[in-house]
């Protein structure tokens, strides 16, 4: 999987491509694009941020893709083994004229490796209400 530092300018796919459709002014911001070449914060999130996370990853995938990223991080991924530890598509989480875009492997780098994301995604994901 490619790596994008936290809040960064969002690029992996091109604007023509972008579901859903972003408004003129909308920023697009990484959040999760995590690689085993580069350190991430890790600590406790908010156990409702959890929640929150697991719902968008189970009702608002989207950017879905060919094939899989596996995680770099557990072993059985890098021995081939592919579970619940690889992604196919993003989540999407708005706030204001944010969207913040993540890989929909952000889900198990909070649970399984203690990733901490930024905490205005954190609050953006709490504050979120899907449609």
């Known amino acids: ?22 408004p003129g002014e909308t920023e697009l911001i990484n959040v999760g694009w995590l ?4 350190e ?10 959890v929640v929150k996370l697991k719902y968008l990853l189970d ?9 899989w990223h596996e995680c770099p991080y557990c072993e059985e991924a890098k021995a081939g083994y592919i579970k619940e530890n690889s992604g196919t598509a993003e989540i999407r989480v708005p706030s204001g004229n944010i969207l913040y875009c993540c ?15 930024p905490q205005e995604f954190i609050d953006a994901t709490l504050n979120y209400t899907p449609e």
């Not at 690689?35 to 580069?38: A, Q, S, Y």
């Not at 991430?40 to 941020?49: D, I, L, M, R, S």
């Open 1 to 22: 999987m490619s790596y994008f530092p936290d809040l960064t300018e969002y690029t992996y796919f091109s604007r023509q491509r972008q579901y859903p459709p972003v």
């Open 35 to 38: 690689d085993i070449e580069h």
């Open 40 to 49: 991430f914060t890790t600590g406790e999130v908010p156990a409702e941020f």
């Open 59 to 67: 009702h608002h995938r989207t950017m879905h893709t060919r094939g």
């Open 103 to 117: 890989p929909e492997l952000i889900y198990h780098y909070v649970l399984e490796h203690g990733y901490k994301p």
